[in-house]
């Protein structure tokens, strides 16, 4: 053959990968996360990678930026192709699922989602182009319950208490609260309501002022101002909640709501849980219970790492059905990549094995694989040591890999084995039958 | 608000999606195949869905139909964005992975890889646009064992027998045989040996006297003909191949290699392997050892279920290292679809769910709840019913979910709970600290 030219390959910017030792960790992260779903009773759906433009743009222009799909080699059948991109999410395509599938699916549907969606924007530090998500909804027909509201923030706990990234606190507010108020000050313009929720969304950013500032702007009263502030400043539990005055019907719902999804999470840690009613979520799409989440441990972590809420209509584009529904995200991989760069996150090893199988000489190659077989029978993850080379070298290898345990067969089968404990150093006689990790 | 036009979604042809009972078992069988990879210590990477189309034709031309993406809106910096395409299969993406992490890695490499992949073909059964494939592949430095060449078809054995689809069978070559046996005849060159091992390839297609005419038409005189396609009928144990003889070096080696392989594999049952003289694999990537995989209960299954073999440099376009290695992957989707669409798949559940606690009554709200968290701690996985609804409404919620007990709470915390094994219809007392599923 001739000399090969050699093209370096080059990480491409916005699309991370891992290497082994942090990979397993993120696999760890995901099976835990799918645990507590499932043990709320969640079932997993996958979508395809891709939906049509049409369907994606349904509601309108989007504005994350998309990625486009093209054939390299235009076919004959190319026109006949539908229009795809990428998914940026999995709210659209949850939507078209439960439209296209309506018949076939148990309401109330709960299902999880953990898939890898994509957007074309510009990478930085917990912004990527392509990453994981991983969302829980439940979908109802007409009518969903007040309980599965209550039921997000308890997963969710459970979840980000699991992965050992500090404390978690869930901030949950409800829209209807302020929607009452600003209606009762006679703050009714859907533009300046808009205006008005997004001015409180900054209050954490900004400031009281700088917001007092931006409600000015849409000329409001400053005893308006003030009444709205006096509002958004309230934090607490379910009672402190009921007690707030209500100037309406709608503001007296929201209070109701919010207090009843707080009374419901008393089983969690003081810390676990707030009720805020700073938390306005930007997205017009929420229409009660809103949610976002503060790592209270990780100060570099800016922002939500998990939030949602409740909508009135999931799937109203596609078909004629009146589906609420309430849901809230995970954003898998922008959490785990910011705890990696700011050293949050310790690798694990770079093995999934709990045993190395050793094969002292050639000699003892039949007796090893077969030890290696009835570990593996036994439940135990055990890679079998390919050729009889220096101990030294086996050894050297299993620690290079991070396998806790070396084991080894003795030169004839019915004879000692013996296992040595890579982090103590301590070795002692033990048999593949009724072997324990120490 | 006002009326929306509808846009009522389709399918997209070549992108599969699974209601959710049967995605659980798929599930159940990603479950599977990935607990048998790390059972042997294969380590899991994943790699971005994308490579730089420079990196995805180092090799030349690919025959596949690659997807190429775009973003939607472009933007200032475009002109500097990689030219980025879908991988369509895992082997590219591991070279690159191997190359640009080289310094990083602990070799032997063994990895797993459980991804999606997409090929723009035509859609067909059992060939689709967008499918996950399974992978593994050990790489090494300059010199791979052959234990690992063996490890192969044991752990694919292990995988495919779990996954309750009838009696499997691994069968195994080793292509320097052919090699040395065309060497010693004379077919030195380099097209007519790639013509001849195509030929041999179609055997149980076409059958033998189709290959024979696509011998001669290679002007292989009627002698070497013969000897090639007894050479070629030879299937048998480890003891049957070592007796092949050898026309020279090359030909022992190939027979050696393979006799040595199946060796390793007499724990599997008789029906689980053999070595087979006409398994060529089209690819001229392979140097030895080839594997493919027939079911030999569904006869509907065309072709190899799992397929792969040892290759000489892995990664010789991107890294000027000598990378030796040997794999398998299995179409995980293919597979999948197939026999869902032949009636060999029963459907799972519509949860992961093992109990729904109902609500009898509004006062039982708390006990429920609390006896839904405290099944949970123990490792079920739990629905709590979301409303207190009629009896039976929430009975015929859980027979259509197929969730298998049903949890009644007691009227206080601390009286009798009951449950009920919905397949059985018997219904008895149980405490949650206690309980286990009959």
New interface residues.
Partial sequence: MSK?S????????G??????EF??VE?RWMDHIRAVF??????????????????LT?KGEVDK?????????A?A?DDKD?R???HFDQTVPLA??V???FN???F?F??YQMQ?V?R?E?PQLGRMR?FYQCDIDVIAVDNL?L??DA?MPAVIYEVLDGLNIGRVQLRINNRKIMFGLLDALGITDEDAVIQVTRAIDKLEKIGRKEVHNLLKEQKISNDNITKILELVLIKGRAADIAKIKAENAMMQEGIDELSFVLS?LE?LPEHGFIGDLSIMRGLDYYTGTVYETELLDVPEFQGSVCSGGRYDDLA?????KHLPGVGISIGLSRLFDVLKQTGHLQAGP????DI?VVIPSKDQMDTA?NTA?SL?SRG?????Y??AQKLGKQLS?AE??G?PYVWFPPFEDGQDHEVKNMESGEQSAATPDTWEKS
């Fill in positions: 090969k050699i093209i370096k390959p080059k990480p491409i910017s699309f991370p990968e891992w290497l082994p990979r397993i696999q499932e043990s709320y009773g969640y079932c997993s759906i996958e979508t395809p990678s891709v939906e049509e433009i049409d369907i349904a930026e998309i990625y486009t799909l093209t054939r390299l080699h076919g059948d539908a795809l991109a990428l078209r699922y439209a296209m599938h076939d699916l148990v109330p709960k299902r890898r994509w074309g510009r392509e319950p309980s599965f039921e419901r089983h109203g584009n596609y078909i004629n770079r093995s999934p094995a190395l694989a077989r593996r135990f993850k055990v890679e079998l390919h050729a290898y290079k890999k396998i």
